[in-house]
């Protein structure tokens, strides 16, 4: 089928009201939670296919967290959908009011490739949730990724309902939203993300972006560095780097610098062995194109661990730097790290990269963690931990500013594919004749008001 086609088939069905019943949007979460375990198998031999993802690392990031949130919005969303009943003036007495939330109709996800699959799907429950259709153009820069995932939609439901738009998204994507979406969903880097916006301006479309950024590690001086070390060199090095919420950089205390880069050059080497590029715990690069300019980064600092690389293999093993130049976000396996002083510096040093997607902080003191928090802005973030937050269904996941807009997950992901339709019903037994002209009463409306 066409794009046209396939837009003009989802409209129908769309107005049709198929879609709206409780029971059809359960059944169909019920039946991509069967497709999803139908197909894991071929989902992880793709994401090996094209990242090199370790088992563990492909199951928890990507299938086991789609169980969750299939999961939890089976078990949630009756409730969801129920209308919110809010209290009405008592101007306007006898009324009530209440809040329902309305699917938005036809919906278009664009997903990147680091995650392809999780972060395509897990959009698409709240999609499916929100009681909308959707065109879901996963990213060709993982193409087994998204063979599978075509493969799965295709078997499960009908084009006229969700279907899956291939080819390169430079071509794909502006064909798509020469048509007017009720909301478009995007994932993926800043750059491509303003053109999005630009695409869905002329047609009024609500957009939600989940961008990234430089996103900050601030450990201090009163932190258990062990624990520190091991849960950063964990977070940053998960999937090679090449996560939007892994931590972009370290802003370690004078005090404390030392002994942290020893505690994680030891980790690594308990994670991944002397030589990570014989580990089976660490994933690849995704293309040679990302490869080279990872590898650029190479030459802007002092390489403190690692900085070994294979072209052939698109390895670059986990690296630390200092002094190392790079204002753009890494997305890649390279940990640059620098010292402060005082923490007013630290967050002087974190303003010049404004809004990142995540920050996190090693602290035990409480007013570090206050002042962190208070005076940044961010998206999400962990205390002592690193991605944590990401993990956590009943939290809301997005940016701000420059690294993203709109929230997902959990009953977030429901409320992003629906509109809070307002509605007041006022009974008809009692009709108060002051609202009507000709007007008095102006002295009790301005008691009532005030």
Not at 427 to 448: E, F, H
Request: hydrophobic share 40%; with cysteine.
């Amino acid at each position: 089928m066409s794009i046209e086609n396939i837009y003009q088939a989802q409209q129908a069905f769309f107005a049709s009201g198929a879609t709206l019943p409780y029971a059809y949007r359960r059944k169909q979460l019920k039946l991509l939670k069967k497709a999803v375990k139908r197909y894991e198998r071929g989902i992880m031999a793709a994401l090996y296919a094209d990242l090199h993802k370790p088992p563990m690392e492909a199951f928890g990031s990507e299938v086991g967290l789609v169980y969750g949130e299939i999961k939890y919005c089976l078990t949630h969303l009756k409730r969801w959908m129920r209308p919110e009943p809010v209290s009405s003036p008592f101007m306007l007495y006898p009324s009530k009011s209440k809040i329902h939330r309305a699917p938005l109709g036809q919906t278009l996800i664009i997903g990147p490739w680091n995650y392809p699959f999780s972060l395509i799907i897990t959009p698409l429950i709240g999609a499916i949730a929100g009681g909308n259709c959707a065109i879901l153009k996963p990213s060709e820069m993982a193409p087994n990724t998204a063979a599978v995932i075509a493969s799965l939609i295709q078997d499960t439901f009908a084009p006229a309902y969700i279907t899956v738009v291939d080819g390169e998204g430079r071509e794909v994507i502006p064909e798509l939203m020469q048509h007017r979406f009720d909301h478009v969903f995007f994932t993926g880097s800043t750059n491509v993300g303003k053109k999005v916006l630009e695409m869905a301006a002329p047609h009024l479309t609500p957009v939600t972006l989940e961008l990234g950024g430089k996103s900050p590690c601030v450990v201090d001086d009163k932190v258990d560095i062990q624990i520190a070390a091991k849960r950063i060199i964990w977070g940053k090095y998960f999937n090679a780097g090449q996560t939007c919420i892994a931590p972009d950089y370290v802003l370690v205390h004078a005090r404390v610098k030392e002994d942290l880069i020893a505690a994680m050059k030891k980790t690594i080497t308990s994670y991944y062995g002397e030589n990570p590029a014989l580990s089976k715990h660490y994933a690849r690069i995704i293309n040679k194109k990302r490869f080279d300019t990872l590898h650029s980064y190479l030459s802007k600092g002092k390489i403190l661990h690692g900085g070994d690389t294979d072209p052939s293999t698109l390895y670059i093993g986990p690296t630390l730097m200092e002094n190392a130049a790079i204002d753009e976000e890494i997305f890649g396996p390279i940990l640059p790290i620098m010292t402060y002083e005082h923490l007013g510096d630290a967050v002087q040093y974190i303003k010049q990269h404004p809004t990142p997607l995540s920050l996190y902080v090693f602290t035990n003191r409480s007013s570090t963690e206050k002042t962190l928090i208070e005076q940044l802005r961010f998206g999400g973030g962990c205390v002592n931990n690193v991605l944590g937050h990401y993990t956590n269904v009943e939290l809301p996941f997005g940016g701000v500013g420059y690294s993203g807009m709109g929230q997902y997950h959990g009953k977030y992901n429901f409320l992003t594919f629906t509109h809070a339709k307002a509605v007041m019903k006022t009974g008809t037994w009692l009709d108060i004749k002051l609202k009507y002209p000709p007007y008095r009463g102006l002295g009790l409306l301005k008691r009532l008001m005030k």
